[in-house]
């Protein structure tokens, strides 16, 4: 609990430099250069109020680089900072261990040992009333078919009832197995579901209201960058207020806004809809709503999945019959204080308004993405995702960019400190300045390099003399080439695939040419996978892009990266397809700022996972030869750590045949 005092004059408090010295000493590191240079620039961008982009290698230290600054700012003028990231992974590092040594450290150098808070989104956590009141939770409606899901289900919900007997936090992250959507959605509540804290029985015992409290009287708040987009977009702030947010993993930063304002529609959002609100409207009205849904369902059943660049006129339609019968539900639903003296019926008739009105407002919303005269003044782009044996065709609708909504939400009235190990795409912050919103000259960059010496450290190796990736599956060449490399490193080796299909493919084909333990994502939980894999030096890990951000081995158990092809999105893919032919259509190069900058995102963030501490060694494999050939092949190179290249399939198998001694 933050200690009320008096801000302190800036000039009383220790210099930032000496704080880190402190800490470092503290922590039994030492000093890296990196990381002070770091550390100055955040508190220079601190007191100028400007924004900042740092790139920060891995091993730089730049948790407490920006940790350090953002506690004596919080000191200084007695507010709350907030650190979001992208990952629980490193939310957990940050307030189970960096963030509990560094106060206790800071502690004697500081007016008060410094506090910190984790808060998340609502629905992260256990609702006592829902829990308490019963509420009838419709179930999905491909599990009403499969016994085996309603099982499985049932048994997760009764170790959440259990659960929330002894919980302190009613934090899901906290329930170790974890348990899945349709049951935990049964003790959970979404902001608009909320009856909120003066209507709720249960408001005095609310974890999420605890958590929000807990954040109002600390220093550092560390939340993540999905409710950092909800707090800046919605009118009801969720964060304390607060003056200075530092984002990590700022690389994600676009993708996980962009999931936050995907709107989406079906069948079953629609029929859920009806349900709850059947219960509290005339059976006319809701028959309405049904028959849309009906409608929509045919449609969607019969309709190439894809992106939708005209609207159809029997779309039009349908979502018009969408939108006209749930606003008809709306209306006939009455005041939406109604029951306010009956928790039970006010909840139910809560929950009933956030159905439609999620329905409503998602028609409403793709019914406004067409119709404009030329591609420049188009907004938003809606799409088809085909339906699966367990679930239904979804329509969705996001935004083309994040940048205006960036701008003036989350850049507008504060300081923001931006870094990652992946900033610099194409050795400038240009392009992810311009997905964020930021013009020239409202922000600095600054690479502060990495404390590893990666031209003595590794080799990057591009297979030039391979044919390009097909659509087939991986040539028989790749099979050959990838065999040969991993026997020359004695297994120890990470493969990194464009898809599961590749992933899996190359799994089963090398299984019988290779004498080491091969393991393939989807074998295990990836946290069991990685785990087996480090402890484990021969064994090799297979896994699609997913693992590329998650898996960190330092040590010998990795020694060669593999990476299949150049991880450019798919041509067919609706979205940054559809951002690309933006892009072009304003005068720009849709593939250079748009499939080239994921490209590079992904292809630096694999290669990453190779040095991650002073004594690594190895080599990343890129078979891919447009690395080597492409027109764009010096913007992805230019974004990557600088290893010593070669084309040479000699000399890294030679070097890993060393190294495996």
Same mark, same amino acid.
């Given at each position: 609990?933050?200690?009320?005092?008096?801000?302190?004059?800036?000039?009383?408090?220790?210099?930032?430099?000496?704080?880190?010295?402190?800490?470092?000493?503290?922590?039994?590191?030492?000093?890296?250069?990196?990381?002070?240079?770091?550390?100055?620039?955040?508190?220079?961008?601190?007191?100028?109020?400007?924004?900042?982009?740092?790139?920060?290698?891995?091993?730089?230290?730049?948790?407490?680089?920006?940790?350090?600054?953002?506690?004596?700012?919080?000191?200084?003028?007695?507010?709350?900072?907030?650190?979001?990231?992208?990952?629980?992974?490193?939310?957990?590092?940050?307030?189970?261990?960096?963030?509990?040594?560094?106060?206790?450290?800071?502690?004697?150098?500081?007016?008060?040992?410094?506090?910190?808070?984790?808060?998340?989104?609502?629905?992260?956590?256990?609702?006592?009333?829902?829990?308490?009141?019963?509420?009838?939770?419709?179930?999905?409606?491909?599990?009403?078919?499969?016994?085996?899901?309603?099982?499985?289900?049932?048994?997760?919900?009764?170790?959440?009832?259990?659960?929330?007997?002894?919980?302190?936090?009613?934090?899901?992250?906290?329930?170790?197995?974890?348990?899945?959507?349709?049951?935990?959605?049964?003790?959970?509540?979404?902001?608009?579901?909320?009856?909120?804290?003066?209507?709720?029985?249960?408001?005095?015992?609310?974890?999420?209201?605890?958590?929000?409290?807990?954040?109002?009287?600390?220093?550092?708040?560390?939340?993540?960058?999905?409710?950092?987009?909800?707090?800046?977009?919605?009118?009801?702030?969720?964060?304390?207020?607060?003056?200075?947010?530092?984002?990590?993993?700022?690389?994600?930063?676009?993708?996980?806004?962009?999931?936050?304002?995907?709107?989406?529609?079906?069948?079953?959002?629609?029929?859920?809809?009806?349900?709850?609100?059947?219960?509290?409207?005339?059976?006319?009205?809701?028959?309405?709503?049904?028959?849309?849904?009906?409608?929509?369902?045919?449609?969607?059943?019969? &309709? @190439?999945? /894809?992106?939708?660049?005209? #609207?159809?006129?029997? +779309?039009?339609?349908?979502?018009?019959? *969408?939108?006209? =019968? !749930?606003?008809?539900?709306?209306?006939?639903?009455?005041?939406?204080?109604?029951?306010?003296?009956?928790?039970?019926?006010?909840?139910?008739?809560?929950?009933?308004?956030?159905?439609?009105?999620?329905?409503?407002?998602?028609?409403?919303?793709?019914?406004?993405?067409?119709?404009?005269?030329?591609?420049?003044?188009?907004?938003?782009?809606?799409?088809?995702?085909?339906?699966?044996?367990?679930?239904?065709?979804?329509?969705?609708? &996001? @935004?083309? /960019?994040?940048?205006?909504? #960036?701008?003036?939400? +989350?850049?507008?009235?504060?300081?923001? *400190?931006?870094? =990652? !190990?992946?900033?610099?795409?194409?050795?400038?912050?240009?392009?992810?300045?311009?997905?964020?919103?930021?013009?020239?000259?409202?922000?600095?960059?600054?690479?502060?390099?990495?404390?590893?010496?990666?031209?003595?450290?590794?080799?990057?190796?591009?297979?030039?003399?391979?044919?390009?990736?097909?659509?087939?599956?991986?040539?028989?060449?790749?099979?050959?080439?990838?065999?040969?490399?991993?026997?020359?490193?004695?297994?120890?080796?990470?493969?990194?695939?464009?898809?599961?299909?590749?992933?899996?493919?190359?799994?089963?084909?090398?299984?019988?040419?290779?004498?080491?333990?091969?393991?393939?994502?989807?074998?295990?939980?990836?946290?069991?996978?990685?785990?087996?894999?480090?402890?484990?030096?021969?064994?090799?890990?297979?896994?699609?892009?997913?693992?590329?951000?998650?898996?960190?081995?330092?040590?010998?158990?990795?020694?060669?990266?593999?990476?299949?092809?150049?991880?450019?999105?798919?041509?067919?893919?609706?979205?940054?397809?559809?951002?690309?032919?933006?892009?072009?259509?304003?005068?720009?190069?849709?593939?250079?700022?748009?499939?080239?900058?994921?490209?590079?995102?992904?292809?630096?963030?694999?290669?990453?996972?190779?040095?991650?501490?002073?004594?690594?060694?190895?080599?990343?494999?890129?078979?891919?030869?447009?690395?080597?050939?492409?027109?764009?092949?010096?913007?992805?190179?230019?974004?990557?750590?600088?290893?010593?290249?070669?084309?040479?399939?000699?000399?890294?198998?030679?070097?890993?045949?060393?190294?495996?001694?």
């Amino acid at each position: 609990m933050r200690v009320p005092f008096t801000p302190v004059p800036d000039s009383l408090l220790p210099p930032v430099e000496e704080l880190l010295k402190a800490a470092v000493s503290s922590l039994g590191g030492s000093e890296r250069p990196g990381q002070v240079t770091m550390t100055r620039a955040v508190q220079h961008a601190i007191d100028k109020e400007e924004h900042l982009a740092v790139q920060a290698g891995t091993g730089t230290g730049k948790s407490l680089a920006y940790l350090v600054p953002a506690i004596r700012h919080a000191m200084e003028s007695d507010t709350t900072v907030v650190i979001s990231t992208a990952t629980i992974a490193l939310q957990r590092q940050l307030v189970d261990r960096d963030l509990p040594r560094l106060a206790e450290t800071l502690a004697k150098e500081l007016p008060h040992e410094p506090t910190f808070a984790i808060l998340k989104g609502r629905r992260n956590y256990l609702c006592r009333y829902k829990l308490t009141a019963g509420w009838p939770e419709e179930e999905e409606q491909d599990q009403l078919f499969d016994p085996r899901e309603v099982s499985a289900t049932g048994r997760m919900v009764q170790r959440i009832q259990e659960w929330a007997e002894e919980t302190e936090t009613g934090d899901r992250d906290e329930l170790v197995p974890g348990v899945n959507e349709s049951a935990w959605r049964q003790f959970s509540v979404s902001a608009r579901e909320c009856l909120g804290s003066s209507r709720c029985p249960s408001a005095a015992e609310c974890f999420a209201e605890a958590a929000k409290a807990r954040a109002g009287e600390v220093d550092v708040v560390v939340t993540n960058h999905a409710l950092l987009a909800i707090d800046a977009m919605e009118e009801m702030s969720i964060l304390p207020e607060h003056d200075v947010v530092v984002v990590d993993e700022a690389h994600e930063l676009v993708d996980r806004v962009t999931s936050v304002v995907t709107d989406e529609l079906s069948e079953n959002s629609v029929f859920l809809a009806v349900r709850r609100a059947g219960r509290l409207i005339e059976q006319p009205v809701a028959d309405r709503l049904q028959e849309a849904g009906e409608d929509l369902k045919a449609l969607l059943a019969a &309709a @190439p999945d /894809g992106r939708i660049d005209e #609207l159809p006129q029997v +779309l039009g339609l349908t979502l018009a019959l *969408v939108r006209d =019968s !749930a606003h008809a539900c709306i209306t006939a639903m009455g005041s939406r204080n109604a029951d306010k003296d009956d928790p039970e019926k006010g909840g139910q008739r809560k929950m009933a308004f956030a159905a439609l009105d999620e329905v409503h407002d998602t028609a409403v919303r793709m019914l406004d993405a067409f119709g404009h005269e030329s591609e420049v003044d188009r907004a938003e782009v809606v799409w088809l995702e085909a339906g699966t044996d367990r679930r239904p065709p979804i329509l969705r609708v &996001a @935004p083309l /960019g994040v940048g205006g909504m #960036l701008r003036d939400k +989350l850049f507008g009235d504060r300081t923001v *400190v931006l870094t =990652s !190990a992946t900033l610099a795409l194409g050795g400038t912050f240009d392009g992810l300045a311009r997905q964020w919103g930021l013009g020239d000259g409202e922000w600095q960059g600054i690479d502060v390099g990495s404390p590893f010496d990666h031209p003595r450290a590794g080799i990057l190796y591009v297979a030039k003399h391979l044919p390009q990736p097909g659509r087939d599956g991986l040539p028989e060449a790749y099979l050959d080439e990838i065999t040969e490399l991993i026997q020359a490193a004695g297994g120890r080796t990470l493969g990194l695939f464009s898809s599961m299909r590749a992933a899996k493919a190359a799994t089963e084909a090398l299984r019988d040419r290779l004498d080491v333990p091969l393991l393939c994502q989807g074998d295990d939980s990836t946290m069991l996978l990685v785990r087996q894999f480090a402890e484990d030096e021969p064994t090799c890990l297979f896994g699609t892009l997913s693992l590329w951000q998650g898996v960190d081995v330092p040590g010998p158990s990795l020694r060669l990266v593999i990476i299949d092809r150049v991880p450019f999105p798919r041509p067919d893919d609706p979205l940054t397809s559809a951002r690309q032919r933006h892009v072009a259509a304003r005068g720009g190069n849709g593939f250079m700022a748009v499939a080239a900058n994921h490209a590079a995102l992904f292809l630096a963030q694999g290669v990453g996972r190779l040095i991650r501490s002073q004594d690594d060694k190895g080599v990343v494999a890129v078979l891919d030869p447009r690395l080597a050939t492409a027109r764009y092949s010096g913007f992805l190179l230019n974004s990557l750590p600088p290893f010593w290249r070669t084309t040479d399939p000699a000399i890294p198998r030679a070097a890993l045949k060393r190294l495996a001694g």
